[in-house]
């Protein structure tokens, strides 16, 4: 099933400087898998080394964050946006 | 390397320097919008248009900013609502100097740009700007132009 996948801009260099990329899937992780198949170099900032999704890296479908649906589980139908959304924090 | 450049009008310069007073002794925090240059050093990046946010961590709002991911969300829908880019962030450092914190480079991102504004006795001073290098060691200076 084709999903779009929404790229936030500090990571579009390593998707080939595209905003959005469409990719396969019938579950946020296929989908995501597909992504970082596509482009080898974004897998490092999104994943850990063992695999898991950086917890400064938030996943939406739709307006859903994915934490709070089946995480990399959630199903995604045609049609769907995934969102890849940074988490801002900082301070002095 | 080249020195990296932001294009900040003197209105949008004012209103973060406001924000940061507004919010004195926390801090304040928002998005920048604008259009990226090719990254060469003729072509500036441009920043256009603000959108201040709130600051979430309400444990330590004088020495700490949080945005949540919905936050984030709604820059990048305004941006993309403008037809811009998602620049970066600013935010202000309550009696503290323009210069990103350690806490800083743990949390920032390569590629945006953090204006950083330094607001010392509920006054504005110092106005710097910032990327992460890609290797995240550290960061590197962006000279703001302040443009009428």
């Known amino acids: 099933m084709g999903v779009k996948v929404i790229i936030p801009t500090p990571l579009r260099a390593y998707a080939g400087k595209q905003e959005s990329v469409e990719v396969q899937g019938a579950t946020v992780g296929e989908a995501l898998t597909a992504l970082t198949a596509k ?36 199903g995604v139908n045609e049609g769907d946006t995934i969102s890849i959304i940074p988490s801002i924090a900082g301070g002095a | 390397m080249n020195a990296m450049r932001l294009k900040l009008g003197e209105a949008l310069a004012g209103r973060i320097r406001a924000h940061g007073v507004q919010t004195y002794p926390h801090e304040c925090c928002g998005a920048l919008l604008g259009r990226d240059g090719d990254g060469a050093a003729e072509t ?105």
């Open chain 1, 39 to 74: 482009f080898g170099d974004l897998k490092k900032h999104l994943y850990t080394e063992d695999g898991r999704l950086r917890s400064f890296v938030n996943v939406y479908v739709n307006d859903e964050d994915i934490r709070f649906l089946q995480k990399d589980k959630t």
């Open chain 2, 44 to 148: 500036p990046r441009v920043v256009s248009d603000l959108v201040p946010l709130a600051n979430r961590r309400d444990d330590s709002p004088r020495n700490r900013f949080e945005l949540t991911p919905d936050d984030v969300r709604l820059a990048e829908k305004a941006a993309r609502e403008r037809g811009v880019d998602l620049l970066g962030w600013y935010h202000s450092h309550p009696d503290a100097p323009a210069r990103p914190s350690e806490y800083d480079r743990d949390h920032a991102w390569p590629w945006y740009s953090y204006i950083i504004v330094s607001v010392q006795k509920g006054e504005p001073r110092d106005m710097t700007s910032w990327r992460l290098q890609d290797d995240r060691a550290a960061y590197d200076p962006e000279t703001i132009e302040i443009a009428g």
